[in-house]
């Protein structure tokens, strides 16, 4: 589905490769989770599978990126965005309309898409998304979580293969942010939708992601199995990035001789070793 082949990436003035190197398979199908430091290379990679690299974005580019087979040098971004569709960190940036409903329709329209199915779109997006209140809302006067709902509703419905979002929960709170992974993990499980997710929230990555890529200035430092985070907890907080309060919690007991299993990365997997503690210690 997406495949990087030695890929060096460096924006034109910019003093090193913001992607270096990188070879990398995501398969159809896949739930990936991206992480890492600001500067590592994340929404770079986001990018280039967008072919926004190295069409909008330029610079000095090496290697190839195929998306369905399609090297994106050699198409235009506006071809891939027929089965890629992005949700950007900066939102605003992304906005063509000032209402939302306009802003959903712009897509569609654009694509050329018969007028009972858009209307069919809309009113399924929006109910998804539980925006339906906000269609008729200027966007300017929306709230920077209500935005980002708008977006992802836009780019889901061009009902795109590939979802790539970055950073989609950094203006949300907990609450709408479990919301948006838990559509996330609908789309990939029921549709096969392929989705990919920059993501700084590592606990919110590891309930939800079936792989997860951590980049370290602009190369690939860790690419596994979810599951696999917990024995390379100090590779990731060598980059910032925190592991689950619930992994740390079964780093100590460790430490103190009372739990030997499998570290947990989830709430769900804290209780079962929680559960597994009391019932040693006769409790």
Do not use: W
């Amino acid at each position: 589905m997406i495949q990087f082949n030695e890929c060096s990436f460096r924006y034109k003035g910019g003093r090193r490769n913001a992607l270096d190197g990188i070879t990398l398979n995501i398969g159809e199908g896949e739930f990936v989770g991206v992480t890492g430091a600001s500067g590592a290379g994340k929404s770079t990679l986001t990018y280039a599978v967008s072919g926004l690299i190295p069409h909008h974005f330029t610079g000095d580019f090496y290697g190839s990126v195929t998306v369905n087979g399609l090297d994106t040098v050699e198409v235009k971004p506006e071809e891939i965005a027929r089965f890629v569709g992005e949700v950007f960190q900066d939102i605003d940036s992304q906005m063509v309309s000032s209402i939302v409903e306009d802003e959903i329709l712009f897509g569609m329209e654009n694509f050329g898409l018969p007028h009972d199915e858009i209307g069919r779109r809309l009113e399924d997006t929006l109910s998804l998304l539980g925006i339906e209140d906000l269609r008729r809302r200027q966007i300017s006067s929306l709230s920077g979580g209500q935005k980002q709902k708008v977006a992802i509703a836009a780019i889901l419905a061009l009902q795109p293969d590939v979802i790539l979002l970055d950073e989609p929960t950094g203006e949300l709170d907990p609450e709408s942010s479990v919301m948006i992974f838990e559509l996330l993990k609908a789309l990939n499980r029921d549709y096969g939708k392929t989705v990919v997710v920059v993501e700084q929230k590592i606990m919110l990555l590891c309930s939800y992601v079936n792989r997860i890529i951590l980049m370290e200035k602009g190369r690939v430092a860790f690419d596994g199995p979810t599951g696999a985070v917990a024995g390379k907890a100090g590779l990731f907080r060598e980059q910032g990035i925190n592991i689950p309060r619930v992994t740390e919690l079964g780093e100590n007991l460790r430490a103190m001789g009372l739990y030997n299993g499998q570290l947990p990365l989830t709430l769900e997997g804290g209780e079962k070793m929680a559960r597994e503690v009391m019932a040693g210690a006769g409790i």
